[in-house]
């Protein structure tokens, strides 16, 4: 039998890779001759460069960087097996997981590290990027990005604003002058699920301000900001960002890549599958085994475990979706080719526990399920 084993990380406790290495110990546990194929994925955010990098046999580019709070971090771009096309992750630069939760404050944090990365790959020569732009503690509309790339977001006194959403509303008048011009000769990818305005009761302050560490009167001021931003750069592009779909997304940093860059959105499992050639790894495949930390309604729209499965059903491949926890509502995902949804907690114990112990559960699970789904046949 042919097996591809393509999870997304279980965030917290095991990377997509040891997801990966786990399900196959529990494959190999139930029949030693399977052969197995493992692709770990992710759906564009955290994890996102990680996969493809690792997918193509490419390569991580050290560089140091502003953080969110403009405190040096320890960043990487990756370069694909290509050796061509450049994948930027915002989370390594401008990621959420970069502060302490009390630390947490869109007013002030910045995508401005994101832009430095993009700038040194620029340096080094790289004209192709794949953007993966989810894990965000940011709210500025990519305007500290687009700071780090030369263009000048002016105030009433001639000077440029400072960084965070906090300082939008300050804009005065828009510079391109000095924007870096390599950016009009490259291509950007922007792999995204987010189809959320830029402003509004659905954009990127309302929806996402709040798990930034927003409080209600921050995210008033966010929005009102964000549209005073949109309205400079629809006035300097024509190009009308409030309402527009994915211009939301990571706090608006999608918005400022329509607006202002060469580029193009698509759903982030799809990027990282065209890549990974996940369609050339099902040929011949009998089973698809992904799966994350939790399954529930939300999964339909987009996440890993559906793309996966929508992948393999054009093939005609089934698939089989594990998870630490499985929520209500999941019934929609058997219309797209999946078989089975399992939790692979196998007796009552703590979520510390459960995530500590995580490993092992996938390899016993899988090797419970294979039993059952090979019953009768391929010993």
Known sequence: MKIVIAPDSFKGSVSAMEAAIAIEKGVKNAFSNAKTVLL???????????????????EKVYEKVNGPLGKEVNAHFGVLGDRSTCVIEMAVASG???????????????????????KEALDKGYRNFVLAIGGSATNDGGAGMLQAL???????????????????????????ENFDKRIKESTFLIASDVENPFVGEKGASHVFGPQKGATDE???????????????VEKNTGVRLHDMPGAGAAGGIGGAFLAFFPSNMKRGIEVVLEYASFDEALNGADLVITGEGKVDFQTAYGKTPMGVAQAAQRKGVPTIILAGAVGENIRNLYKNGVVGIFSIINQPMSLENAMKEAENLLEKSVEQICRTYFWNGFQ
């Not at 921050?218 to 400079?232: C, G, P, S, T, Y």
């Open 218 to 232: 921050m995210v008033e001021i966010l929005d009102q900001n964000l549209l005073h931003f949109a309205n400079h």
């Open 40 to 58: 770990p994925v992710a759906d564009g955010g955290e994890g996102t460069l990680e996969t493809l990098v690792s997918a193509t046999n490419g």
């Open 150 to 176: 030369g263009m000048q977001l002016i105030d009433k006194e001639g000077k440029e604003i400072g960084y965070g959403g906090g300082e939008l509303g300050k804009i005065h008048y828009i510079s391109t």
């Open 96 to 118: 959420l997981n970069l502060i302490e939760e009390d630390e947490r404050n869109p007013m002030l944090t910045t995508t401005y590290g994101t832009g430095e990365l993009i």
